[in-house]
């Protein structure tokens, strides 16, 4: 099945925007950052139905890795806030009878799944192995290390980068 196939059933988050304020044209969509830390960034939106509401009639989370994808080398804050979004007018109702996930999330989760199966069988590259060793003084555990990181989703890329900043941070690069 085709990427296309598999995406026309979603839909895209700003017609759940257009929905929304068709529906309540005094409402308003609160997003704030929930924390921004080592790379990943939490946010959460919230929708009031009036202009009035004291408290949110809606309320979504969504999270994003730095550099995780292409978009998010330069725009995972972006990405994060409409997929946050969309979340949270999908918990109001709005636009889910084809599914909650939005087409931008099931995108991403489809990319993302390629990545990682693209690299299922790819052996560790050995700049990936001089940081680790650079970082532990040894080899020790490394097999392990990068196997269970493959397995909890991470690419060879984020481990790369990861890594780095890790290093730069202990002042070792």
Known sequence: MSKDDILKDYITVNERIIKFYELYPEGRIITEIVSWADGIIIMKASAYRDILDSQPSSTGHAYEK???SYINKTSA???CETS???RCLANLGLEIKRGVASREEVSNA???QQILKDEKDVPAP???KAKYQLGKGDLNGFDEWFES???RGYTISQLEE???KKLMKEGKI
Do not use: Q
Request: no cysteine; charged share 15%; net charge negative.
């Open 162 to 164: 990861g890594i780095t």
């Open 84 to 86: 946050v979004v969309g």
């Open 126 to 128: 050995s700049s990936l």
């Open 149 to 151: 990181s493959k397995s």
């Open 77 to 79: 804050l972006e990405n």
């Open 110 to 112: 489809v990319a993302a």
């Open 66 to 68: 730095e550099g995780s």
